[in-house]
């Protein structure tokens, strides 16, 4: 069951569907992710795109975002997502919020609010990381969701073909944990 690493709501262990069509991010990778972003983090915007659990917004915000959007398509997922808000009596508000939308249709929704984000991060199904990240990546940049210093980051199988010298974004490292890769990118210029 995957849990929360640290901050306020550390050690809370939160819901996840059965199945595989959810799959959480692992401790290892999450412990991994955050403490590369640990100093980003307080007082960040955080979007967590493919939500699937909440697990790595709710950790964000745990660790002192100061706003997190949830983006997932899935019913069960969302459900589940609910859940744990109220597991750790979360209100959705300004501080929380889930958008029950497929990604491409959140985040340009998103910018048509005006919203900027520190750190975007994605976790899509393995089988389409490539092609998602391509597309979420176009949008992030036509319509300025991330802040001047703010951060792509997308989790990605590392047996699975995933190209990143065609984004129109700047490969900023790649970091693999067993099965798992953890791939940052940045705005030019």
């Known amino acids: 069951m995957p849990r929360v690493v640290a901050g306020r709501f550390r050690g ?4 996840a569907p059965k199945g595989d069509n959810t799959r959480p991010t692992g401790d290892k990778v999450k412990e991994a992710l955050f403490s590369i972003l640990q100093t980003r ?3 960040s915007d955080f979007a967590d795109v493919f939500a699937g659990t909440g697990g790595i917004g709710i950790e964000a915000l745990s660790r002192g975002a100061s706003s997190v959007v949830l983006i997932e398509k899935a019913g069960q997922a969302c459900g589940i997502i609910k859940s744990n808000l ?3 009596r ?3 508000d300004d ?3 889930l958008m029950k939308a497929g990604y491409d249709a959140a985040l340009i929704t998103l910018a048509e609010e005006g919203r900027r984000f520190d750190i975007i991060f ?3 199904p393995y089988r389409m990381a490539e092609k998602a990240c391509i597309e979420a990546s176009k949008i992030i940049v036509e319509k300025d969701l991330l802040k001047d210093d703010g ?5 990605h199988s590392s047996e699975l073909p995933f190209v990143t010298d065609v984004m129109n974004m700047k490969l900023n490292r790649s970091c693999r944990y067993g099965l798992a890769m953890i791939t940052f990118f940045s ?3």
């Open 12 to 15: 809370i262990v939160l819901d």
């Open 187 to 189: 705005k030019y210029g």
């Open 90 to 92: 979360l209100e959705e």
């Open 122 to 124: 994605m976790d899509p």
């Open 151 to 155: 951060l792509f980051i997308v989790e």
């Open 95 to 97: 501080d929380i919020k």
């Open 86 to 88: 109220n597991k750790l």
């Open 41 to 43: 983090i307080p007082g």
